[in-house]
């Protein structure tokens, strides 16, 4: 087994470990998967009250931006790798963060 499949396997240890390396690389943590050039673009054409369909959602932080002018419905299947792992990242870490993003706003999740 590589070196790499067993530290992912270790929960605690990868974070951490990713999250040190993220630092000394200096890559700035941005969980957005559109950049913000294109959500303004799209925000443009979102209306007070609108009804958005978001397909993907991931960590949620372009619904949290929907969210501030229309209702939300967002899919996202969260299919895991091999390594029981979305985008490098842990199921849970996602969800959890997607759930921060969505509380309190107007948004109806679909798994």
Known sequence: MKMINLIIKIKPLYRILKK???S???IVEDRRCL??????YLMKFIKK???VLEIGSAFGQTTK?????AFV???DPFIEDERGQI???YFEDITRE???NIKGKNISFFQ
């Open 49 to 51: 009250g609108d009804l």
């Open 87 to 89: 985008m490098g990242e």
């Open 20 to 22: 040190i390396r993220r």
């Open 24 to 26: 000394y690389l200096g």
């Open 98 to 100: 997607f759930l921060k």
């Open 73 to 75: 419905i967002t899919v």
């Open 35 to 40: 950049n913000q050039p294109v959500v303004d």
């Open 65 to 69: 931006d929907f969210a501030k002018k």
